[in-house]
T-cell receptor, first 117, second 115 residues
């Protein structure tokens, strides 16, 4: 089974509108972390937001917020007031376990977001 | 703001040749990683490195791959005998390790093309 599933290969949103990018995850660990990264066409990976499994509040960072529904194992990224510069590939990723060892990230297949005028 | 740097940005090599990809992690970071992304596909973990040794590696990271921290700043990925399927973007990442949950910050990547 896929550990991270992003079911939307592509999304379109109008400038200034909000958009939700879906992410579901699969883990048997109680301690885990969920991350969202943005990859513009230039290729770099930019960290956006983090949610820990024990965090009671949904994470927010500026225009980014994470809609964390633990029972449903979903961690959707919400981008408010979309801007043209938000056009990029967005990856959801998970770290399983509580640190130690490698702390590797497992990534989803990504969602390509296009912001239109 | 400190950032992870990687050189070169693009490397072209012939099949069977050795390549070394270089990374300079953020200076107070203790954990280092290599990931790769084949064109149009998801990012895949290769290896993690802490305290001068590999802490975890994926099944992709076979005997043709090796990592090294030759000095206090560089972190390298060596591919001994490149294959066509090694063509990918290779990302270095690092984190402080101060807490178990701290974020991995990625470098801009090296695009490796094997001909």
């Amino acid at each position: 089974a896929q550990k991270i599933t992003q079911t939307q290969p592509g999304m379109f949103v109008q400038e200034k509108e909000a958009v939700t990018l879906d992410c579901t995850y699969d883990t048997s660990d109680q301690s885990y972390g969920l991350f969202w990264y943005k990859q513009p066409s230039s290729g770099e990976m930019i960290f956006l937001i983090y949610q820990g499994s024990y965090d009671e509040q949904n994470a927010t960072e500026g225009r980014y917020s994470l809609n964390f529904q633990k029972a449903r194992k979903s961690a959707n990224l919400v981008i408010s007031a979309s801007q043209l510069g938000d056009s990029a590939m967005y990856f959801c990723a998970m770290r399983e376990g509580w640190g130690g060892g490698g702390n590797k990230l497992t990534f989803g297949t990504g969602t390509q977001l296009k912001v239109e005028l | 703001e400190p950032e992870v740097t990687q050189t070169p940005s693009h490397q072209v090599t012939q099949m069977g040749q050795e390549v070394i990809l270089r990374c300079v992690p953020i200076s107070n970071h203790l954990y280092f990683y290599w990931y790769r992304q084949i064109l149009g596909q998801k990012v895949e973990f290769l290896v993690s490195f802490y305290n001068n040794e590999i802490s975890e590696k994926s099944e992709i990271f076979d005997d043709q791959f090796s990592v090294e921290r030759p000095d206090g700043s560089n972190f390298t990925l060596k591919i001994r005998s490149t294959k066509l399927e090694d063509s990918a973007m290779y990302f270095c990442a690092s984190r402080t390790g101060r807490t178990p949950t701290d974020t991995q910050y990625f470098g801009p990547g090296t695009r490796l093309t094997v001909l």
